[in-house]
């Protein structure tokens, strides 16, 4: 098989299960607004160039995401390693990926066959450097007819304009954009939401108007969301994951030259890998769940059909947690390799070792990125039910790219100890009455209470406003109890995603400096207004002309 189609099977059997996928009616989509309230889109075209990590660093600074509609050869070519680089690291930042087509050309002007060639071909690099298919194109110029919509659609691609233009790329003024800025942001009456076109490419959007927007936004109370946030709907059709870092290179993809559509000459030879140098063997790695570093991938026995099962990792290091990676090969005791029971592509089929045959196919894998693939399958190493308990069995799942299939290698047994706590260095939530008290969640667990405390710099004290998640503790959202929208509900900590909580964890910020439960009409408030070392918080129907409603959040 070519990496091609190993990969396509790959994706079409990782879609996520869960995924709120969009429909495709007869007219498919171009959205032109955001439909959430009180969101703002800003996106950003025609990279990957030079600003992409400033953009994305700003907003994740400000605990804000932001939009890319990405170009494979238009400033520049997407698979130079810079950009690649910077396309992963904007990515796992938590920004959002879409299209923008390969070569930026006027979509209306082509041939069908031609706007397929165009779209695909951006795809196939989201494919291969992010492991993703984009449920989102924006034509370039804003230019599209129904073919191009219809194309899109068949492709899993809704397309997105935009309602705001700051003329970035148009030769407007810094000032003529930032007039917008203010025009969208200080609108009579309020605006519900936008979405804004930027264009990556310029130095002057990095630097001057990206800090503008966004302090301008956020002090207005607005959410500085996703496109596909703001629309209340997933960003991807599929999530899988990257090919590996060498096939960047195998593709005899010319960039250089002109779209070979009308041709139809194919973008990816099909001639085999050169092969690659004898591989060299890297011994002593110890295999840990990424979830907890003080657990190993152990080989229960040195015989063939013993379990791989996590075990506590044994400090002074130990024969039979100390892998060697040869080739694709996971060697053990020498002569064994990991291998799937039975070679059965079914998921929850359980992991052993067995003697290392060469071209074994059960036993080849690749590593790519945190998780261990199976080669030329869509399946993964498994951390089975997510239990760490000593003893539990390994299995082979549907690569999805979740926790239980994340993996870290140490050289030797690594550390016994916990990972650090996360940095404290988000933001004091104080109520207006008292600059000496602090929103607090004294505990770490689920459940703890949310109360006010006098501030003493505890990491109880320290939020981080992650898109509409208010953060404590790295991971615990702010979280009204049972979601209930009674007045007086109480308010708790719960452990959830960053940036995307369940429909409970939710708030924004007002200009009135209010902390409203998103959609529900609830604010945060101190209850009965009492200062009390201790006084649980909780929820109450947001009013402007109360106090106990309104917070500092320095
Ligand atoms: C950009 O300049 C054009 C041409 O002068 C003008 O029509 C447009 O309104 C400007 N855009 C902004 C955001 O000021
Ligand atoms: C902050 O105060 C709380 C409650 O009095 C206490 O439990 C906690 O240890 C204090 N933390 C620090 C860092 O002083
Ligand atoms: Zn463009």
Known sequence: MTLRLVFSALLLTSVRAHLSRLE????????RNCINPNDVALTFDDGPYNYLRSISDQFTAAGAKATFFMNGNNFDCIYKPQHVADLKYAYAAGHMMASHSWSHPHLPELSTMQVQDNLFRLEEAFSRILGIKPAFMR???????????????????NLAL??????????????????????????????????????????????ILVPYAISLFQSRGYNLVTV????????????????????????????AAPSNAKTGTPVFSTTTAPPGPTATPTPNQYIHPTANS???????????????????????????????ILGSALQIFGNKCLDVNGG????????????CGTGNANQQWSLSGSAIQWSGRSSCLDLSGGRLTNGNVMQIWTCNGGTNQKWTRTTGPGTTTPPPPPPTT????????????????????NGAKVVVQPCNGSAGQSWTKNGQTMIVYGSMCLDV??????????????????????????????????????????????????????????????SSGNANQVWNIV
């Not at 203010?182 to 630097?207: F, Q, W």
């Not at 997933?234 to 010319?254: C, F, K, M, T, V």
């Not at 059965?344 to 003697?355: E, F, L, N, P, R």
């Open 294 to 324: 003080a657990k190993c991938l152990t080989a229960a026995s040195n015989s063939d059909g013993a379990a791989v099962q996590i075990s506590d990792c044994v400090s002074a290091g130990s024969a039979s947690q100390s892998w060697t």
């Open 139 to 157: 034509p370039p110029y804003g230019e599209y007819n129904s073919n191009v919509q219809s194309i899109s659609a068949a492709r899993g691609q």
């Open 24 to 31: 495709y009616r007869a007219t498919p989509q171009a959205y």
């Open 344 to 355: 059965s592509t079914a998921s929850g089929t359980k992991m052993q070792i067995w003697t």
């Open 228 to 255: 596909a946030e703001c629309l209340g709907v997933e960003p991807y059709e599929a999530i899988g994951l990257p090919q590996e870092e060498s096939a960047h290179q195998l593709p005899a993809l010319d960039v």
């Open 481 to 542: 109890i049972d979601g209930s929208t009674a007045n007086g509900a109480k308010m708790q900590i719960w452990s959830c995603t960053p940036g995307s909580g369940n429909a409970n964890q939710r708030f924004t910020v007002t200009a009135g400096r209010n902390i409203q439960w998103v959609n529900k009409g609830k604010c945060l408030d101190l209850s009965d207004g009492s200062l009390a070392s201790g006084n649980q918080v909780q929820m109450w129907g947001c």
């Open 162 to 207: 935009w309602d705001w233009d700051t003329g970035d790329a148009s030769g407007n003024t810094t000032d003529q954009s930032k007039a917008l800025y203010d025009h969208v942001g200080y609108a009579t009456p309020r605006l519900s939401n936008a979405i804004i076109l930027h264009h990556e490419v310029k130095e002057h959007t990095a630097t």
């Open 426 to 445: 988000g933001n004091k939530i104080k109520p207006d009455s008292s600059s000496a008290t602090c929103l607090t969640a004294p505990s770490n667990t």
